[in-house]
């Protein structure tokens, strides 16, 4: 799988809302949510794998980010590190990091509308046309919205090319959610 850099104004919301819907589209239901990696199957020491108490530093695992990024919601963001040996399904990564994730009535499975409760349902999110309050009932509003992404252990960060339910990631890489309002910020940070 190769995974594209999407940066400048290619990254903007129509654009947002296409990966959104692209990612649904390429997702298969699944009991919990999966998070991007690259092809592969998970081998029965990743089953078993199990967050590390560092995230400074090198990560041999997963290091997995969550950053609220527009939304300053400082609970909401955590680095850490899950140890894995082989190909494994992002939601299990995001499990074994007590990364909770939640989907849209609509897609309940492919589609990130809170992580870790964040945004709040009764929290105002301003955009430049105003503000908006995320209901998670079908698509994530294209100006607000919970971006994942994922980088190589050697690479730039990129979107996710697959939905939460079939992305796998490896060893040395990282995998990120990024809440972006009006497009900014427009990737994670280095």
């Not at 940066?7 to 919301?13: H, L, N, Q, Y």
């Not at 997995?64 to 939304?71: E, F, K, N, Q, R």
């Not at 996710?160 to 990737?187: C, M």
Request: aromatic share 4%; net charge negative.
């Amino acid at each position: 799988m190769t995974l594209t850099k999407i940066r400048t104004a290619a990254a903007g919301p129509l654009a947002a809302a296409g990966l959104l819907l692209a990612l649904a589209g390429c997702s298969t239901p699944a009991a919990t949510q999966s998070s991007p990696a690259a092809s592969g199957s998970a081998s029965p020491a990743a089953a078993s794998a199990s967050a590390s108490s560092t995230a400074a530093g090198p990560c041999a695992g997963v290091k997995v980010i969550v950053d609220s990024g527009a939304l300053k919601q400082s609970a909401a963001n955590t680095s850490t590190c899950v140890s894995v040996d082989g190909p494994t399904v992002a939601s299990k990564v995001l499990e074994e990091a007590k990364i909770k994730t939640e989907g849209t009535t609509q897609y309940p499975n492919e589609i990130v509308c809170r992580v870790n409760g964040v945004p709040a349902a009764d929290l105002d999110i301003k955009h430049k046309d105003g503000t908006y309050r995320e209901e998670c009932k079908g698509m994530p509003a294209a100006f607000a919205y919970w971006g994942l992404w994922v980088k190589p252990a050697s690479g730039d960060w990129a979107y996710a090319q697959e939905g939460l339910a079939t992305l796998k990631v490896n060893p040395g890489e990282s995998l990120e959610l990024l809440f972006s309002v009006d497009g900014e910020p427009a990737a994670p940070a280095a």
